[in-house]
């Protein structure tokens, strides 16, 4: 249930991002998350919208894209994506990687409308 | 209207960890974010810590996360240590805006290593930065040697793990070269030490691990 952490975070942060760029209304907001973090989309998504509820962000669509667990091999030189619970290069079995994505815990960018200019 | 934002979602938090983190470094604290699930030893680990490094004269302070209840804190404050309980009702870790609350309770000039007992959980503590110097993930044998594989991020955030409860072993079907194996893999440089608090198992190994973790804080200036 990070879930619930990383959702208030979000919205503590649109709350914000709206008053500095002077919007009305978040529309949508792109978010990329790395496999490696274990979160669950539609449990993010539940939670983000319950807590939503009443705020700039209520009707926000929450996009997200999953990034996969990719690593680039310093034996082999080459780059792969790592199957579940796998963590040494499928090519050569080597286990001294470096991380290419997997990790992240990102917002995008975000659509809202602007207050308008009177 | 499309604006480009490119930050971390947790950045609040991991801004307030680094004021903390900074505050430590000024104060030569210590301070060890301990993760586990529930049961596996956290609190008793603790309890045979405490003593020891007491008696090479380290002022220890313990900040407690628990779900519901003050037991361990409890438990802990038996040592005349300070406590800090931190209750996160149902909440399934700490963030770093508890842990400052908590300072505002200790006597930060007057203390070597603070332990953080953070919530019984191998996920969400593992994603929340609290200003510590190291995470140190704690697993038990009962727990199966499968644990290490399912729960990536804290086995590679983590600086040691201590595997506990290893006079399991000839009882349960828990075998070390898989978690050897999935740990080599995961986190190739992390120190592992094998214990059994309960019987007084490693704990030698491990206070070494804190003493040589506390004066390299004192080197680095």
Not at chain 1, 83 to 103: M, Q
Request: hydrophobic share 40%.
């Amino acid at each position: 249930m990070h879930e619930l952490g990383v959702a208030q975070s979000l919205l503590d942060y649109l709350e914000k991002a709206a008053k500095e760029h002077h919007l009305k209304k978040i529309k949508s907001v792109t978010l990329k998350i790395g496999k490696m973090r274990q979160i669950v989309p539609e449990t993010l998504v539940f939670l983000f919208q319950t807590l939503a509820e009443g705020t700039i962000a209520e009707q926000a669509q929450l996009q997200i894209e999953l990034l996969p667990v990719r690593v680039h091999c310093l034996q082999c030189n080459q780059t792969a994506d790592l199957p579940p619970r796998k963590y040494s290069c499928p090519h050569c079995g080597n286990s001294s990687l470096e991380w290419v994505s997997g990790k992240e815990l990102i917002i995008d960018h975000i659509e809202g409308d602007p207050i308008d200019a009177n | 209207m499309q604006i480009k934002i490119m930050q971390n979602i947790l950045a609040a938090n991991e801004r307030k960890a680094n004021e903390l983190r900074s505050l430590l470094k000024e104060k030569k604290i210590l301070m060890v974010n301990l993760i586990s699930s529930p049961g596996s030893g956290k609190t008793t680990l603790l309890e045979k810590t405490i003593p020891l490094l007491q008696a090479k004269n380290y002022r220890v302070a313990v900040i407690e996360g628990d779900v519901e209840t003050d037991r361990d804190a409890q438990r802990l404050m038996a040592y005349g240590i300070p406590v800090i309980l931190i209750t996160t009702s149902g909440a399934c870790h700490l963030e770093s805006v508890s842990i400052e609350k908590a300072f505002e309770s200790l006597n930060l000039d007057e203390l070597d290593i603070i332990f953080v007992e953070n919530v019984g959980n191998l996920v969400c503590p593992a994603e929340f930065d609290i200003g510590e110097d190291a995470k140190v993930a704690l697993l038990s044998t009962p727990e199966g040697d499968d644990k290490v594989a399912k729960y990536p991020l804290l086995f590679q955030e983590a600086s040691l793990v201590i595997l506990n409860k290893v006079d399991l072993l000839a009882f349960i079907p828990f075998k070390e070269s898989y978690f050897e194996e999935d740990l080599k893999q995961i986190n190739p440089q992390v120190a592992v030490i094998k214990m059994a608090a309960q019987q007084d198992m490693g704990l030698e190994e491990w206070i070494d691990w804190l003493r040589e973790m506390v004066s390299r804080k004192h080197r680095t200036d």
